[in-house]
């Protein structure tokens, strides 16, 4: 169980982390499948998809017309992630999440 939970503990916090590197990378890119690259180059399985939103009344990380910009929000699932000793079972679902500023104000 102490394996499983330690192995379920860092799993969280990379795909944490696979969330974060994704949402600074559409910060500056305002590109999803740039932000996709960035997060499977930081070790994210390049089977998964971030899930990428933005600010209510933004849709993407350019500015509005008044120069305003919003928040970019990131979600990485894994929905069937395989566990080590099978102790709880022999899958579990992961989720990393980030918030970043566009434009990095």
Not at 10 to 22: E, F, L
Not at 29 to 51: F, Q
Request: aromatic content about 10%; charged content about 10%.
């Amino acid at each position: 169980g102490i394996v499983d939970f330690g192995d379920r503990y860092k799993s969280a916090a990379m795909y944490n982390h696979y969330a974060s590197v994704a949402a600074r990378s559409m910060t500056i890119d305002n590109s999803a499948a740039t932000a996709k690259t960035v997060a499977v180059g930081a070790g994210m399985p390049s089977s998964l998809t971030p899930t990428i939103t933005f600010t209510a009344g933004y849709a993407s990380c350019a500015p509005l017309a008044d120069g305003t910009y919003g928040n970019v929000f990131v979600t990485i699932r894994n929905p069937a992630k395989a566990t080590l000793t099978r102790f709880f079972g022999a899958t579990y679902s992961v989720t990393g999440t980030a918030v970043a500023r566009c434009n990095g104000s």
